[in-house]
C-alpha cells in the first residue's frame, strides 16, 4: 500500500467534494451542540419556574395546616361546650339539677312578661334622664 496510489483520488473535483462535506459536518455539529444549548437552557428556565411553584405551593400548604390545626382547636372546645350544655339541659329537664344555680329558679317567664318588664325597664331609665331622649341641637 502506497500512500501515493491515494493521492489520485484527490483530484480537483473531489477535493471541493470533500471539503464541502467537511464543511457540512462541521456546520451540522455547531448546529447541534447550539440546538442542545438552547434546550438546555429552556429546561434549566423551567425548572426554576416549577421549583418557584412549589415552593409557593409548600408555603400555602404550611398556612392551611397551621389554620387546620386551629380550627380543630376551635372545633374541641366547641363539643366541649356543647356537651356541657348539653349535660346542663339533661339535668334541668330530668328536675335533677339545682335551677336556682343554673339562674333558672322558678318558672320561666312568659313571652308578654318578658316584654313587660323590657318596656318597664326603658320607662325608668327615659325618667332618670340616662336613657336615649330626643336629641335637640344646640
Known sequence: MCVCADLAYFTDGN????????????????FAWQASTVSNNLRVAKYAQLKAHVVKLKAKAAHAAAENKTLKKELRYCKQVVAALEKQYDMVSSGRGDRAGLGLGGELPSADELAAEVEKFLADRDDDGKGPGPVVPG
Open 15 to 30: 477535493f471541493v467534494h470533500l471539503f464541502r462535506l467537511c464543511q457540512l459536518l462541521l456546520e451540522y455539529q455547531l
